[in-house]
């Protein structure tokens, strides 16, 4: 069971960033997936989750807006496409997958290893 992450990088305020996490071992469908991020000295905080459940996708207050995060079940691949950047959302992110009903990091068991964005001029 792995998740691989990658996508991240160094962009200008305003700019665009697509993150992938790609799933081995098993199908994204049978779980809800979900995009973290942790900052230097901050906890590590939810962004984005598909819930299994239901299919409801749910945003931080944050990020609603600008994040948008996809799935694409025949790839078993999901998405973080992350548009209007600013320099607080600096930070590394992480893809994670679990049975969880909230995008809650503790309630996740696989994790990807954390890509770097980074927004700055």
């Known amino acids: 069971v792995q998740l691989q992450a990658s996508g991240g990088g160094l962009v200008q305020p305003d700019g665009s960033l697509r993150l992938s996490c790609a799933a081995s071992g098993f199908t994204l469908d049978d779980y809800t997936i979900g995009w973290f991020r942790q900052a230097p000295g901050k906890e590590r905080e939810g962004v984005s989750c598909?819930?299994?459940?239901?299919?409801?996708?749910y945003y931080a207050d944050s990020v609603k807006g600008r994040f948008i995060t996809s799935r694409d079940s025949a790839k078993n691949t999901f998405y973080l496409q992350m548009n209007s950047l600013k320099p607080g959302d600096t930070a590394v992110y992480y893809c994670a997958a679990g049975r969880a009903h909230l995008c809650a990091p503790w309630l996740y068991n696989h994790w990807g290893q954390g890509t770097l964005v980074t927004v700055s001029s």
């Open positions: 598909i819930y299994y459940s239901d299919g409801f996708t």
